[in-house]
């Protein structure tokens, strides 16, 4: 009789937790300005469904270079159409996986606890100091920078002072340690990091739309990569990407 109840016990057990027997690794390559929107995902996601998740942030321009020479990634996000483009045009994403995500805005931040100003007059207030930018040839925050203050006229007056990074947490890093009095960053990197203040907003039409597609690699389109997809488009995932400044598509 002892035996019996415990195999059903067991038994009842094992069919209440599906997720644990099916447990899936799951390889997302992302944007650097995701970093703590998905970082709270993250651990939701997996505690509901026992996958795991596997996370490598970094500028968008590099994670493609990387999906392009053959990186084990399931899902890529972007911070702009140009480079998931790129690997459409490589034939490296899975049919009729992708799909727009996010929008966000770029904003210029200063060092500490500052007043908001005209961009118009950023020149002025930074003097001989450095402007901290992603690069601005590769990594989209960088991109639309760069658009912006050559929309704005401002763009051959500032960029011999330019200081570029990696990546755009790199460039937020730079503010935020006082290496550089100012910078061009997300409006999400700003609200992630408490030593710096947003001065002033870069006009929507001075730049291409700040875009986030998502899509799963050819090869890698399974179940597993498919949930977490889905899961990114429900309510948890957009509260975290709200709470972070995200606009969601």
Known sequence: MLTRSLTAACL????????????????????????NALGEIETAFEAETGHDLAISYAGSSALARQIQQGAPADIFISANPGWMDALDEDGLLAEGTRRDLL????????????????IDSLPEALGEDRLAMALIDAVPAGIYGKASLTHLGLWDTLAPQVAQADNVRAALALVALGEAPYGIVYATDAVAEERVSVVAT???DSHPPIVYPMAMIAGHDTEAAAEFMSYLGGETAREAFAAQGFGIE
């Open 202 to 204: 870069f006009p929507a």
């Open 12 to 35: 009842a057990a094992l069919l209440s937790a599906p997720a644990t027997l099916y447990a899936d690794q799951i390889t997302v390559f992302a944007a650097a300005s995701m970093t």
């Open 103 to 118: 929008t966000n805005a770029i904003v210029l931040i200063a060092t500490g606890d500052a007043e908001a100003m005209e």
